[in-house]
């Protein structure tokens, strides 16, 4: 009902004697407040304030809804606690968004455990490249690669993310001693025609590698690289689960990019939230203590 709208200005103008008063008190305009009054008393056809030399005082016909204001506002401020209280217990849904090979060879174990000690809260897992927008609520927490977060989000850092040169033990062996001194003889798996991925082979110990195929998914270059197939830039975590794969000698790491958890800043007061992002953080800071 549009009168919902109108109650709360009413009850201000009524316990503070004036539109300004009220306007302060709500954190609203003189105008809006004087507004929402005139547009309850048109709906209900009746005045509602008289003017007096004191300020604003309630009419016969405001005082007859003045109680009937304030039990309906304490009906909704029940109403509102109470689901903030369901909040406050670790239970519900948490909408998860992150990239298939990240959640699928990283996360995925912390994923299945977190819902083992918290088993009243559901995840629902969206596996994408896209970067769904946490202001529109397509999604309540993204996992995110880059060097800076720069929207309007709440960001949390979760670890560096440093990228190298990877290949099976098997092609490293096989290819490495007959390579030239600027990689004459091997293969990069490549993606396309991506500046920055072009710019990493440029200043690569490897400029002069082939560049064979064009593959535009990155678990599928990690597949490859595992089965000898060539190089890839990989996160260093995917040699911690797949030990065949090693970093190609004399290569360095790019550092530049890290993995950030990001919210919206609503959700910081989720209990729900705040016990998963803080199970995340631990459960990532655990997997790079043991990899030393």
Known sequence: MQDWEQMPFFLAVARTGSLRSAAEHLGATHATVRRHVEALEVAY??????????GLTLTAAGETLLPEAEEA?????RARNGLQGLDRETSGKIQISVDPMTGHFLLAPVFAEFCRIYPQVDLEISLTFEIEAISKLETDIAIRHAAEITDDVVARKLQALPIGI?????YIEAKMARAGKKGQGLDYIGYG???????WIERSPFPKANIRHQVMDPEMHLHLARAG???SFLPTWCAQVFPELQRLPGSTLDESRKTWVVFHEDLRRIKRVRVFIDFLTQSLIAMGRSAR
């Open 229 to 231: 197939a060539g190089m």
């Open 45 to 54: 056809s009746v005045q509602l304030f008289r003017r007096t030399r004191r």
């Open 166 to 170: 990877y290949a099976s033990r098997d």
């Open 193 to 199: 025609p991506v500046p920055e991925l072009m710019d």
């Open 73 to 77: 506002e304490l009906l909704l401020t």
